[in-house]
Nanobody, 121 residues
Framework: QVQLVESGGGLVQAGGSLRLSCAAS????????MGWYRQAPGKQRELVAT???????NYADSVKGRFTLSRDNAKNTVYLQMNSLKPEDTAVYYC???????????????WGQGTQVTVSS
């Protein structure tokens, strides 16, 4: 049973910072890709950032230069440092993890329970 345990959400003023963490645990699971997605009220879930086990990152244009995603492979944990937060960053943030075969996802696409990030103006 694989679980993604998230922490670090909360309320912050515009221009402030938050750090989200996500730890993957259970069974023998070493995800090739981990990352974060977010969903604002009335909107579809969207990519924030992903990182491979080799450290290759991919960011949404809206967060480039403000958010940094890092990974501790030994702990199967990712950290999303969010700086210069804007009200439009307000959303529920979901951790995601999966395995790859080549460039193709294999097995389940795992999701965390979500953590609320609210940025006040």
């Amino acid at each position: 049973q694989v679980q993604l345990v998230e922490s670090g959400g909360g309320l912050v003023q515009a221009g402030g910072s938050l750090r989200l963490s996500c730890a993957a645990s259970g069974s023998i699971f070493s995800p090739d890709v981990m990352g974060w997605y977010r969903q604002a009220p009335g909107k579809q879930r969207e990519l924030v950032a992903t990182i491979t086990s080799g450290g290759v990152t991919n960011y949404a244009d809206s967060v480039k230069g403000r958010f940094t995603l890092s990974r501790d492979n030994a702990k199967n944990t990712v950290y999303l440092q969010m700086n210069s937060l804007k009200p439009e960053d307000t959303a529920v943030y979901y951790c995601n993890a999966y395995r790859l075969s080549g460039s193709i996802r294999i097995g389940p696409n795992y999701w965390g329970q979500g953590t609320q990030v609210t940025v006040s103006s």
